[in-house]
């Protein structure tokens, strides 16, 4: 006679071996050597612990004679869970997704220089805020300073944690309690957390929004101006552009405005281009040494979307406001580190050979490399891939556009040439899955159940190491089974 369902599971829980047992097997010994034993200990307790529930909970005889209580199998569950946990949360990952700036993605990669700055940075003791010309005390903002201004124009420079710190910072400082003249055309979003409204309802200044979405004038600004006016502010629209029937009040007519009302003008420029880059055919994005020229009395701006460096914020302009800023108490909350400081100065070091600049900082070399010097690595990559995956995988090239991204550029769409990745009666979304899984990660986009790779966002050098990843992965895509796994 069958047994019954409480002694079918009485019987699987007299199966499920000890703990003893399982950390006896061969493939927990093996990584005894680079994993704490305890660590070990306490994966083997909750596998059992979790397999008894299993046991305990099932509702069909059918669901505990698929359980597979082995030893052997328990310990490579054990073996997964720990390595797992022995893995990094944040590692680099290959960006294979033709947005080259993603914040999501860390923004921008940083240019070899800085890295080994900050690498020297971090092991050492430096002199992050002690002059070495008189020994006494100095400011950490001093290190960066005189270079910001020798490439902007500019008369005093701050560098704060990120540009969101910055924009709050000054109107903190210069607006608190008053009001700021805004047009409604440049009351901008961006990435979902940085809200101009918000900030500045944060910062203690009031919102004055003047002119319509699509259009303002200078009258619009002259007549919203009163008694309790702090600050005239301009936006860089970043991340969307407002076509067709528009005006938007330029930089010079603002400068002019806040003279007559002896009110200082701001420009929130979001990303900070320092180089022209309509010459590499892209649109004009404006500069910060334009704005400067064009005398406007505060900018900020990224250290991490085009300027290519870490992340920061950065505000230059004139310096009777620079000043003020500098001793608002809250430029302490917002202050940079000796990490940031000198992976910004060398970032901005390179910007004195502008050609030097462009070769080595990573998003200008992406933004601006020919898009048949990326056919050609896409050629070499298809063929390594084919040539290692064999028939069960089509691989081919395509040719779409790729995108900035991070708010800069919008309406930029790059040329650039992808891999085309296609499973045979292998699944495009476990792939895709599984490629994401992987210890160096791959993130891509997927069209028409194709996997693309697009050339222009992958750095380079590690083309290598990617074709090296995706054989590796890829090969594993129909051997592996998905889902938990787990005594099924
Ligand atoms: C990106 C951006 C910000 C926010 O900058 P963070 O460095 O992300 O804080 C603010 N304003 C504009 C116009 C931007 O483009």
């Known amino acids: ?64 004679e698929a359980l597979d209580l082995s030893p052997a199998f328990l310990a490579c569950r054990v073996r997964e869970r720990v390595r797992e946990e022995a893995r990094f949360s944040l590692r680099p990952v290959f960006n294979a997704t033709g947005v080259l700036l993603h914040t999501n993605l860390g923004r921008a ?196 979307k085009l300027l290519g460096g870490p992340q920061s914020g950065i505000i230059v302009g004139k310096r009777e406001y620079l000043d003020r800023i500098k001793s608002n108490q809250m430029a302490r909350a917002l202050r940079v580190d000796k990490l940031t400081l000198s992976a910004l100065e060398s970032t901005l070091r390179l910007y004195l050979h502008e050609e030097r600049a462009l070769k080595e900082i990573p998003i200008l070399r992406m933004l601006t490399v020919p898009a048949a010097v990326l056919k050609e690595r896409a050629k070499v990559l298809a063929s390594q891939l084919a040539a290692g995956l064999g028939p069960k995988w089509r691989v081919g090239i395509s040719q779409e556009r790729a995108r900035v991204g991070g708010g800069s550029l ?21 792939a895709v899955r599984m490629l994401r899984d992987a210890d160096r990660p791959v993130i891509a986009r997927v069209r028409k159940k194709k996997i693309l790779l697009d050339l222009r966002s992958l750095q380079e050098e590690e083309d290598g190491l990617l074709v090296e990843t995706l054989l590796g992965v890829l090969s594993q895509v129909d051997k592996v089974e998905t889902g938990g796994g787990d005594g099924r």
């Open 1 to 64: 006679m069958s047994l019954t369902m409480k002694q079918l599971k009485q019987r699987c829980l007299r199966l499920l071996p000890a703990v003893d047992k399982i950390l006896q097997e061969k493939e927990l010994k093996e990584i005894g050597e680079e994993i704490p034993r305890h660590l070990i200990v306490e994966a083997v307790q909750e596998i059992v612990t979790e397999k008894r529930a299993v046991i305990r909970g099932a509702a069909a005889a059918g669901e505990l």
């Open 109 to 304: 990669p940083l240019a070899a220089v800085a890295v080994q700055s900050l690498q020297e940075a971090g092991r050492s003791f430096c002199n992050l805020e002690i002059s070495l010309k008189t020994g006494h005390r100095s400011s950490r903002y001093e290190h960066v300073e005189a270079l910001l201004c020798r490439l902007t124009g500019a008369e005093a420079a701050l560098v704060v944690n990120n540009n969101a710190g910055a924009v709050f910072l000054a109107l903190n400082t210069l607006a608190a309690g008053r009001e700021v003249i805004v047009s409604r055309g440049e009351l901008v979003e961006i990435g979902g957390s940085f809200r101009l409204p918000e900030v500045m309802t944060a910062s203690g200044a009031f919102l004055a929004e003047v002119g319509t979405t699509n259009k303002s004038y200078r009258r619009d600004f002259e007549r919203a101006i009163n008694e309790r006016t702090a600050l005239l502010l301009k936006v860089h629209s970043s991340n969307f552009k407002i076509l067709g029937f528009t005006a938007a009040v330029q930089a010079g007519q603002l400068v002019e405005l806040g003279r007559e009302h002896n009110l200082p003008v701001m420009e929130d420029l979001g990303s900070g281009v320092l180089v022209d880059l309509t010459r590499f055919g892209l649109p004009a994005e404006p500069m910060v040494q334009e704005s400067v020229a064009a005398g406007i009395d505060l900018i900020t701006f990224s250290g991490d």
């Open 410 to 430: 919008p309406l930029a769409a790059l040329p650039s040439y992808q891999v085309t990745l296609a499973g045979r009666r292998v699944g495009t979304a476990k």
